[in-house]
């Protein structure tokens, strides 16, 4: 464990951080490395929670949500996302095959997890910056502009746990060893 970035436990986090690690605790049945890293920081772990209840609470279904979040660990290269979020994007539903092929930074068959995909990664990669032809294929698969703006919320969300992730390199749980990656040798 990093003293500088430890991963806490109940005991020994920052008082206005227990509220959040008992709240994953008892969403998750544990408190995931990363939160318990972020804890921390309670500016950090309570900004998180807050943009995630509300990211869950959208219009967006939580397969949806999983695709998204997945797309964006491995675009940004964070391991111990891709780890998490496959976990949750197999057990909401999304198909193994469209599992993997994000993974593999490849679209998925499933039309409209295609176009949350491709439109996470290109928001990440152009910074925000969607060409209109960018903005009409998210259209066109049957999304709203209330939904891409839900889109960038989900970015947002994920970009703090990928970046925390970066810095603070948590150890993966056992329960998610299975779903382990490595991010490609450039």
Same mark, same amino acid.
């Given at each position: 464990?990093?003293?500088?970035?430890?991963?806490?436990?109940?005991?020994?986090?920052?008082?206005?951080?227990?509220?959040?690690?008992?709240?994953?605790?008892?969403?998750?049945?544990?408190?995931?490395?990363?939160?318990?890293?972020?804890?921390?920081?309670?500016?950090?772990?309570?900004?998180?929670?807050?943009?995630?209840?509300?990211?869950?609470?959208?219009?967006?279904?939580?397969?949806?949500?999983?695709?998204?979040?997945?797309?964006?660990?491995?675009?940004?290269?964070?391991?111990?996302?891709?780890?998490?979020?496959?976990?949750?994007?197999?057990?909401?539903?999304? *198909?193994? =095959? %469209?599992? &993997?092929?994000? #993974?593999?930074? +490849?679209?998925?068959?499933? /039309?409209?997890?295609?176009?949350?995909?491709?439109?996470?990664?290109?928001?990440?990669?152009?910074?925000? *910056?969607? =060409? %209109?032809? &960018?903005?009409? #294929?998210?259209? +066109?698969?049957?999304?709203? /502009?209330?939904?891409?703006?839900?889109?960038?919320?989900?970015?947002?969300?994920?970009?703090?746990?990928?970046?925390? =992730?970066?810095?603070?390199?948590?150890?993966?749980?056992?329960?998610?060893?299975?779903?382990?990656?490595?991010?490609?040798?450039?």
């Amino acid at each position: 464990m990093s003293t500088r970035y430890p991963v806490h436990t109940m005991e020994s986090a920052p008082a206005q951080s227990k509220p959040v690690l008992r709240q994953l605790q008892e969403a998750f049945g544990l408190i995931p490395n990363i939160a318990a890293a972020m804890a921390t920081s309670p500016v950090l772990v309570n900004g998180f929670i807050g943009l995630f209840e509300r990211v869950h609470a959208s219009s967006l279904t939580e397969p949806q949500i999983q695709t998204l979040l997945l797309t964006n660990a491995v675009t940004n290269v964070s391991e111990w996302p891709v780890a998490f979020h496959t976990a949750l994007a197999l057990k909401q539903g999304v *198909r193994p =095959a %469209d599992v &993997d092929a994000i #993974r593999q930074r +490849e679209l998925p068959d499933d /039309a409209r997890l295609a176009a949350l995909s491709m439109l996470a990664r290109t928001l990440i990669e152009k910074r925000g *910056r969607l =060409a %209109d032809a &960018d903005q009409r #294929r998210f259209f +066109e698969a049957g999304f709203s /502009a209330e939904q891409l703006l839900e889109v960038i919320a989900v970015v947002a969300a994920s970009t703090i746990t990928n970046y925390v =992730a970066s810095v603070t390199r948590p150890a993966l749980e056992a329960s998610f060893e299975a779903f382990a990656w490595r991010a490609p040798v450039a």
